[in-house]
């Protein structure tokens, strides 16, 4: 299916929003594998997992392909990337959505349980303040049972190594450069896509009103997740995967 006659397929915009987002991250399938690699080796293959601000539900997505005894709970404020899970996901019982801002300190009321075995997120952190981050990272603390997990993989750089990160930079973005050649849809080509789609219309407008372009968050080290999520009461917390720009911080409560 073409990306124009996306309109009649759910399934067809989730692989679109997949193919979108490996433009930027070619290993992102690997980190989503170790990533439920984890989930199983610490709280078993039946989770109750929270897939923190989900977009398109792709974790819960692997997610529940993997474990069929799994339940998802996907929490966003995204109307448009709502739509999308809840159309893609129509019909399957193992996964409510909740819409909510991560930034309002009672967002964890809209949920349907107390507590998680696991909290799961993956590109999507990096849209709030580090102090935003800090106090969302102790109402996880809170969430996820004794136990429990909290995963994140998202950009995580080390401004200690300019060298590297620049060598690294010219060669992704060379590889990107190809591929946008031979006809990759980028982020705004993408959300152009779903404007133009009248399901999509009214909800990509709202969520345009909402974020604005892009995010204006930071970024901070892995280090820093890593201690802050140790100070909102996390026994043990730290990278257990990594490429060149990104990386995945495992918390254990």
Same mark, same amino acid.
């Given at each position: ?7 009649? #397929? ?16 070619p ?5 989503? /594998?170790?990533?439920? #690699?984890?989930? @199983? ?6 989770? /109750? ?9 792709? !974790?819960?997505? /692997? ?18 990337? &709502?739509a !999308?899970?809840?159309?893609?996901? @129509? ?9 909510a #801002? ?6 964890t ?7 998680? =075995? ?27 049972? #004794? ?10 750089? =080390? =401004? ?11 060669? $992704? +973005?060379a590889?990107? =450069? ?20 009248? $399901? ?6 709202? /969520?345009?009103? !909402? ?13 820093? +997740?890593?201690?802050?999520l ?17 990386? &995945?911080?495992?918390?254990l409560?």
């Open positions: 299916m073409t990306e124009t006659a996306m309109g009649s #397929d759910w399934q067809a915009w989730q692989d679109s929003w997949d193919r979108q987002q490996e433009w930027y991250m290993d992102r399938e690997e980190r989503f /594998r170790v990533m439920l #690699d984890m989930v @199983e080796a610490l709280v078993g293959p039946e989770p /109750r997992v929270l897939d923190l601000a989900c977009g398109t539900g792709s !974790i819960s997505d /692997r997610l529940l392909k993997r474990f069929p005894k799994a339940e998802s709970v996907g929490v966003d404020l995204d109307p448009a990337l &709502l !999308i899970a809840q159309g893609y996901f @129509e019909g399957e019982d193992r996964i409510r959505f909740v819409r #801002d991560l930034k309002d300190p009672h967002w009321a809209r949920l349907p349980h107390d507590s998680y =075995d696991a909290v799961l997120t993956a590109t999507a952190l990096h849209w709030l303040h580090t102090e935003d981050l800090r106090g969302l990272y102790g109402q996880l603390g809170g969430l996820v049972r #004794d136990g429990g997990v909290f995963l994140n993989a998202d950009r995580m750089p =080390d =401004d200690s190594t300019p060298r590297i990160n620049a060598a690294e930079r010219a060669f $992704r +973005h590889q990107m =450069d190809r591929a946008k050649e031979a006809g990759t849809v980028d982020w705004a080509e993408w959300w152009q896509l779903a404007a133009a789609d009248p $399901r999509l219309a009214g909800p990509t407008a709202e /969520r345009f009103a !909402i974020y604005g372009e892009h995010a204006d968050g930071d970024t901070p080290s892995a280090q820093w +997740h890593a201690q802050v140790r100070d909102a009461g996390f026994a043990e917390a730290r990278p257990v995967w990594t490429s060149p720009t990104d990386s &995945l911080v495992l918390a409560k």
